[in-house]
């Protein structure tokens, strides 16, 4: 096995935890409120995990197949990058200011079939934002994220979510 160090508890969040040596690193969450944890480990041997609350009966960590896992299109760009456009945005200016953190608010959507197989949604929640601001400052780009609702989608079982024009209309 791999041994990790504590690095830094993420964004000012007590209960999100960065691990890391040579080998590996890890991010892990807590919930005080129901003792459920969620995280990510990966290793240097292009192994990764998944940590899981599945409620009373505990946590599990479940393997990634790292080897096999494919980059997914998002309307039809590969490598998830999208084409954006700047034409609703009006004027932009590039900021030489590089050092002032900017906080920005994100809603969370989830669907039905998210939410029956997912124990802990706003734990899940934590994890991604606390994966996000670790991110962020490990490339050190003054930005932080933070969740401001977490909220069931109302989607037919039946919608196309191949393309967003047809999930956000």
């Known amino acids: 096995g791999a041994v990790v160090e504590f690095k830094n508890n993420i964004a000012g ?12 690193y890890a991010i892990i969450v ?7 944890m969620h995280g990510h480990a990966k290793f240097s041997k292009n192994t990764g995990y998944s940590l899981e609350y599945c409620g009373e009966a505990g946590h599990v960590w479940k393997e990634m197949d790292m080897k ?8 039809g760009v590969e490598n998830k990058q999208r084409a954006v456009d700047k034409s609703n945005y009006g004027e932009f ?3 030489l200011d590089n050092t002032t953190m900017v906080t920005y608010s ?6 039905d079939g998210y939410g029956a197989k997912t124990a802990d949604i706003p734990g899940q929640v934590e994890l991604y934002v606390a994966e996000t601001n670790q991110g962020y400052a490990n490339s050190l780009v003054p930005l932080k994220v933070e969740a401001i609702c977490i909220e069931r989608a109302s989607l037919p079982a039946d919608t196309n979510f191949t393309d967003s024009n047809v999930v956000l209309d």
């Open 106 to 111: 994100v809603k969370f959507y989830y669907t």
């Open 30 to 36: 807590y919930s005080p409120s129901n003792g459920a």
């Open 13 to 24: 969040n007590m209960n999100a935890y960065h691990y890391e040596s040579e080998d590996a």
């Open 68 to 75: 096999n896992m494919k980059r997914k299109k998002h309307d």
């Open 93 to 95: 200016k590039e900021s």
